[in-house]
């Protein structure tokens, strides 16, 4: 198989969805009470305009909708990149795969919660308040990703790397018994949701599990026939039925789940594979673009941004006028923690990639393999992606 040629569309979609988080925390934070009477009301049943416009808000900032659209196209990247591994046995394959997702996740978090650590101890050192307390505990705990202690978002990372046996057990059984096989495992992962003891309860693969296969399911080459069919009116249709789905009905339903998970795949599906030149010029503009690639450390260093906000009094009183001061919150949040994100996606998460292809120099040589953001088109003889491995995006 030739290697894949980058999909910056999928980039795009990263990025967004980084921002969608952000601005998710901070609308949040801005009145919590949100949460309960508005988020997981259904929106047929408010009355009150503002909470109308807050709920309407939070349809378009979601951060669990954001974080199954990164579950999704790490099943999606992490498939390709299995699909590119040489020849070798299960144990080989299984231990390449492993270390380098370690090396990809961790130094960025490890980074992140050390800052965390280091100001919290700043603010008690000069009698300062309203900035988290954290101790040693917490952080070696929080930074390993053995407990979210410190961190809360850190969990969807947590996810990640408990979802490796996953995706190499589905990628050994679709390679050996093909896609109906990959189909029968996505079924397995949906019943698990309500039965999440099938994958041991661990780090909220629950109701998580299907977005990772389900992104697997793209990665296969009927995948791309299917979806390059796709006209901008039924992908509108998509778009808004992934947004909306979930909020006419009781927010906690599983069938909503399912069916908005679905929707997901053929979201990130139809990014990666149709023909749709108005969603592409944006996806692929220089902005939205620097957002995809820094989107990791947006995701990360952006609450600890946030931890700083809110410790200043002022900015973390409730108010009843939440999207408004949220979204101001979350643009400043956002200008403060870009350069710093720049800075650790350069400095951080690339050497931490390049020290996962030193660890697993010793079974050879590797294919060239793509990015978070890749389709199966082909790249000229000898060209090569400038960004390597499995773990260039979570």
């Given at each position: 198989?030739?290697?894949?040629?980058?999909?910056?569309?999928?980039?795009?979609?990263?990025?967004?969805?980084?921002?969608?988080?952000?601005?998710?925390?901070?609308?949040?934070?801005?009145?919590?009470?949100?949460?309960?009477?508005?988020?997981?009301?259904?929106?047929?049943?408010?009355?009150?305009?503002?909470?109308?416009?807050?709920?309407?808000?939070?349809?378009?900032?979601?951060?669990?909708?954001a974080v199954m659209i990164f579950f999704v196209l790490s099943g999606l990247v992490l498939h390709q990149s299995l699909q590119r591994e040489p020849a070798g046995s299960l144990l080989s394959i299984t231990t390449r795969f492993t270390l380098?997702?370690?090396?990809?996740?961790?130094?960025?978090?490890?980074?992140?919660?050390?800052?965390?650590?280091?100001v919290s101890k700043a603010y008690l050192l000069v009698g300062l308040s309203g900035f988290p307390k954290v101790?040693?505990?917490?952080?070696?705990?929080?930074?390993?990703?053995?407990?979210?202690?410190?961190?809360?978002?850190?969990?969807?990372?947590?996810?990640?790397?408990?979802?490796?046996?996953?995706?190499?057990?589905?990628?050994?059984?679709?390679?050996?018994?093909?896609?109906?096989?990959?189909?029968?495992?996505?079924?397995?992962?949906?019943?698990?949701?309500?039965?999440?003891?099938?994958?041991?309860?661990?780090?909220?693969?629950?109701?998580?599990?299907c977005a990772f296969v389900g992104g697997m399911l793209l990665a296969l080459p009927e995948a791309r026939s299917w979806f390059a069919r796709i006209g901008p009116g039924l992908a509108a249709a998509n778009l808004c039925f992934f947004m909306i789905?979930?909020?006419?009905?009781?927010?906690?339903?599983?069938?909503?789940?399912?069916?908005?998970?679905?929707?997901?795949?053929?979201?990130?599906?139809?990014?990666?594979?149709?023909?749709?030149?108005l969603l592409t010029a944006l996806l692929q503009?220089?902005?939205?673009?620097?957002?995809?690639?820094?989107?990791?450390?947006?995701?990360?260093?952006?609450?600890?941004?946030?931890?700083?906000?809110?410790?200043?009094?002022?900015?973390?009183?409730p108010t009843r006028y939440a999207v408004e001061i949220g979204m101001i919150i979350g643009s400043v949040s956002l200008l403060i923690t870009l350069p710093f994100a720049y800075a650790s996606e350069r400095w951080i998460e690339r050497p931490g990639i390049a020290l996962g292809r030193i660890l697993t120099s010793w079974n050879g040589p590797r294919p060239v393999q793509i990015s978070a953001a890749t389709t199966h088109s082909d790249i000229s003889p000898g060209q090569t992606s400038k960004l390597a491995p499995d773990g260039q995006e979570l």
């Open positions: 198989m030739k290697p894949a040629a980058r999909n910056h569309q999928l980039d795009g979609l990263r990025g967004i969805a980084a921002i969608a988080v952000v601005y998710y925390h901070a609308i949040l934070h801005a009145d919590v009470r949100l949460l309960e009477h508005v988020l997981y009301a259904q929106i047929q049943d408010l009355t009150n305009a503002r909470d109308i416009v807050a709920k309407l808000a939070m349809m378009i900032f979601n951060g669990d909708e380098q997702r370690l090396c990809r996740i961790l130094p960025a978090v490890i980074v992140c919660m050390l800052a965390i650590y280091v101790t040693v505990d917490q952080l070696w705990r929080n930074a390993l990703l053995v407990q979210i202690t410190m961190h809360g978002p850190s969990g969807s990372v947590q996810t990640e790397l408990a979802a490796i046996p996953i995706l190499l057990a589905c990628f050994f059984i679709s390679r050996r018994f093909g896609f109906l096989a990959l189909v029968l495992c996505f079924l397995f992962a949906i019943i698990q949701i309500q039965y999440p003891i099938l994958l041991f309860r661990y780090a909220n693969l629950g109701p998580n599990g789905c979930r909020h006419v009905v009781p927010y906690q339903s599983i069938t909503a789940l399912v069916a908005q998970t679905i929707s997901c795949v053929i979201l990130v599906g139809t990014t990666a594979y149709a023909t749709l030149p503009s220089k902005g939205v673009q620097f957002l995809g690639r820094t989107s990791y450390s947006i995701y990360l260093l952006n609450v600890f941004t946030l931890f700083c906000l809110w410790s200043i009094p002022e900015l973390s009183t």
